[in-house]
């Protein structure tokens, strides 16, 4: 924004925008001098008010459908709409309106009973990403084996690590498994449980996401797996990434997890 | 992408606003519709959709229309924006492309609304300040369109139809005529909708109109018990909007005219249809317009 100011418009925006924001309106409401015509200014701005915060909220729904559906949506709104007012967007393009969404309802008033929300929200923004992208497969990295076969990986992949199982998380709610999600919320005896969260501030759980024409993928990965993903992204050799992966026997990592994962295409040599 | 059947301008027939839900169908089916409209801000950073819109682009004649380049904004206009939007042109070579006679954007902070102007000489000389930057940044002329309103400035000075003509006749961009949107505001006001249609056409050059819009809308009732109507594009068109969309076409001639959908988004072969009834009207001011001419 360059453009020399006009001042009387400016400040009438400047005005509407902080009262349309307002988590008090009545205590920012601009005066009904302002206004003319059959309806009060009130009602026409609680029109806008409405339609800029459902804007708001729907546009984070689309990429928060399982917190959403977890917390329901009257409070999803209300976590929303606090959002909107901490950190109102800078531009038109919504899409991008969530990347600090996750982060804001950490710790929010009401959610005490779902410490793993945060992780949801933040996996589920990975994704919303991983569904924007455009999908590229020749773009992606290409590992030369020793006999001549290169393996090609899937572009773009993210990986993701968590200290809970989100995933099977969002699945569960999506699918309404209330088993799952009640093993969960109450983690059991068994450790390593597959719904038990890894030791705080720990990631115990780590998934590949990648996008395909067709749709956005998600695997599971071991933490081996998954540092000799972040290795070959990060443009290693063959050897590099296995030694990265920190497994004793390294090639039961390919052997295992890497060679049948969709995000990784066999070439074989020609005339093989 | 072949682009020889379709650099051609928008044809004056009824086109569709597509949506992100419709493009899978759009694209394994290829249904009928003589051109298309989509929102480019839904394009700027999502480029899966991006992709499938290039192949829809393909096959259809397309128009961009803008929802946030916010043309009202004292502050001026994002030059971020404009330049997604003129990435967007270049690609996809729109036959039309437009945004609104609002502002959302004030204190740098986005509000996804098309929010009303004090219609004062002070907002002409900042619209137009604000369309000639966008217009010199795309090469090219926009549309700009008359949005509802649910509130009116006691400041404002000149009425709302006299506002975009002289607009369009300051910074040389066209009109995008909103039917829907003159009977939402007409009646939100308690004045006769037909009334002030005849006031916009009296005002308006015909030339400069480049397009039309049709909608839906919901009536509300306030907390006084007082009706409102709510541009929320998510019914049918109603048959007021109708009449006066005869009326327009009847003084205004044959354009382009588009039928947007947003909310509670049916069945593509519902916009078809709604479509088709656009289509019958816009026949008979093309018969008309031969008839007149012979």
């Known amino acids: 924004m360059h453009a020399p100011s006009e001042h009387a418009l400016e400040s009438l925006q400047s005005g509407m925008a902080a009262a349309l924001l307002a988590a008090d309106p009545a205590g920012q409401a601009l005066p009904e001098a302002l206004f003319t015509g059959a309806h009060a200014g009130a009602v026409g701005l609680r029109v806008h008010r409405n339609t800029v915060l459902g804007a708001l909220s729907n546009a984070l729904r689309l990429s928060f459908t399982a917190v959403d559906r977890l917390v329901g949506e009257d409070f999803f709104d209300r976590m929303a709409i606090d959002y909107a007012r901490a950190r109102p967007p800078r531009a038109p393009q919504l899409d991008e309106y969530g990347v600090g969404f996750a982060a804001h309802i950490n710790g929010f008033p009401g959610t005490e009973s779902l410490p793993y929300l945060a992780e949801l929200a933040q996996f589920e923004w990975q994704l919303a990403e991983a569904a924007r992208a455009r999908a590229a497969r020749e773009a992606g990295p290409v590992l030369q084996l020793d006999d001549g076969v290169r393996l090609r990986f899937a572009a773009p992949l993210w990986l993701h690590a968590a200290r809970y199982p989100v995933a099977r998380l969002r699945d569960a709610i999506l699918a309404e498994d209330t088993v799952t999600l009640a093993a969960i919320a109450a983690p059991g005896p068994a450790d390593p449980a597959p719904t038990n969260p890894a030791p705080a501030g720990t990631a115990g759980f780590h998934y590949a996401i990648w996008r395909t024409s067709e749709g956005v993928n998600v695997r599971s990965l071991s933490a081996r797996s998954a540092g000799f993903l972040a290795a070959v992204y990060a443009g290693a050799t063959a050897i590099e990434a296995l030694a990265a992966s920190g497994d004793a026997d390294s090639a039961q990592v390919l052997g295992e997890e890497i060679l049948p994962a969709g995000f990784v295409q066999v070439e074989l040599p020609p005339g093989a | ?202 005002a308006l050059d015909a030339r400069t109109v480049g397009e039309i819009h049709l909608a839906g809308h919901a009536l509300v009732q306030t907390e006084a018990g007082d009706e409102l109507r709510i541009d929320d594009h998510g019914d049918h068109v109603c048959s007021e909007v109708w009449a006066l969309y005869e009326r327009s076409l009847a003084q205004l001639g044959p354009k382009p005219t588009l039928l947007e959908w947003d909310t509670r988004l049916p069945a593509f072969g519902v916009l078809q249809a709604e479509c088709a009834q656009a289509r019958s009207r816009l026949d008979i001011a093309q018969e008309r317009r031969y008839a007149r001419a012979v």
């Open chain 2, 1 to 202: 992408m072949s682009r020889s059947s379709i650099a051609a301008p928008i044809p004056a027939q009824a086109g569709i606003g597509l949506r992100l839900p419709h493009h899978a169908m759009v694209l394994a089916e290829r249904p009928a519709a003589a051109w298309l409209e989509v929102h480019p801000e839904n394009y700027m950073a999502d480029q899966h959709s991006l992709a499938e819109l290039e192949l829809i682009r393909a096959d259809y004649p397309l128009s961009l229309h803008a929802v946030g380049l916010s043309l009202g904004s004292a502050q001026g206009v994002d030059g971020a924006h404009i330049a997604r939007l003129r990435h967007l042109v270049e690609l996809l070579e729109p036959g039309l492309v437009s945004d609104h006679l609002s502002w959302s954007v004030a204190s740098g902070h986005y509000l996804p609304d098309l929010l009303p102007l004090p219609y004062t000489e002070e907002a002409l000389r900042v619209v137009a300040r604000n369309v000639s930057q966008v217009q010199e940044a795309l090469g090219r002329q926009i549309l700009v369109e008359n949005p509802s309103t649910y509130l009116c400035y006691a400041a404002s000075t000149i009425p709302e139809a006299e506002f975009l003509a002289a607009l369009a006749q300051r910074s040389g961009c066209g009109v995008l005529f909103d039917v829907n949107n003159v009977y939402v505001s007409a009646t939100n006001q308690r004045l006769d909708p037909a009334a002030v249609l005849e006031d916009w056409c009296r």
